[in-house]
């Protein structure tokens, strides 16, 4: 199994749509989960982090399910400008230090 | 804002010769790591570095890489005798705490020939 695995996608969406992620990771013991934003040939970005109760910033929606070892992104009202690779990040404590271990990607194009 | 800074931008070599990616990162930051993408592909961990000396490194990260940050600002990348499937953007991070947001740079697009 993956460590970090992600459905690749492409999803196209129109504008003002409403798209999920998943993803899915393979280590217990990870211990802070992120969601990463790539454009094409750039480097990620922080889009946000994931905390176990769910946080929400803007039009974005994360959601972390320990147990299943699941994490979610929701876009609300889809804009042009988000259309980009979104990276699963997953930290695991390797000793002592935090390994970023990223997923594969999900692309999403939105279109007009 | 500060900002993670890489050289060069684009380099190209011979199959075999050696490479040097240049890092400047965050001035505060303690934590620095080395990722790669090949192109299509996802982001890998190469090597992280705390406290002068590596502390994880990915089956990737062979005899022919090494690391060292010999003036306590730049952080580099060395890679010995490079091969084709070293073509790769390789990207520099760095952290103000280890698993906190990594703020990475640009990238340096590496392509053997």
């Known amino acids: 199994r993956k460590e970090v695995e992600q459905d690749p996608g492409p999803f196209n969406v129109p504008e003002g749509a409403t798209v999920a992620f998943n993803c899915t990771y393979s280590?217990?013991?990870?211990?802070?989960f992120f969601w990463y934003r790539q454009d094409c040939r750039k480097e990620p970005k922080l889009l946000m982090s994931?905390?176990?109760s769910g946080n929400e910033d803007g039009r974005f929606t994360a959601q972390l399910n320990r147990a299943s070892q699941y994490i979610s992104l929701l876009i609300r009202d889809s804009k042009l400008s988000d259309s980009a690779t979104y990276l699963c990040v997953v930290n695991t404590p390797v000793g002592g230090y935090g390994k970023l271990t990223f997923g594969q990607g999900t692309i999403l194009t939105v279109h007009p | 804002e500060p900002e993670v800074t890489q050289t060069p931008s684009h380099q190209v070599t011979q199959m075999g010769q050696e490479v040097i990616l240049r890092c400047v990162p965050i001035s505060n930051h303690l934590y620095f790591y080395w990722y790669r993408q090949i192109l299509g592909q996802k982001v890998e961990f190469l090597v992280s570095f705390y406290n002068n000396e590596i502390s994880e490194k990915s089956e990737i990260f062979d005899d022919q890489f090494s690391v060292e940050r010999p003036d306590g600002s730049n952080f580099t990348l060395k890679i010995r005798s490079t091969k084709l499937e070293d073509s790769a953007m390789y990207f520099c991070?760095?952290?103000?705490?280890?698993?906190?947001?990594?703020?990475f740079g640009e990238g340096s697009r590496l392509t053997v020939l």
């Open positions: 994931v905390y176990s």
């Open positions: 991070a760095s952290t103000s705490q280890g698993g906190g947001e990594l703020f």
């Open positions: 280590n217990s013991a990870s211990q802070s």
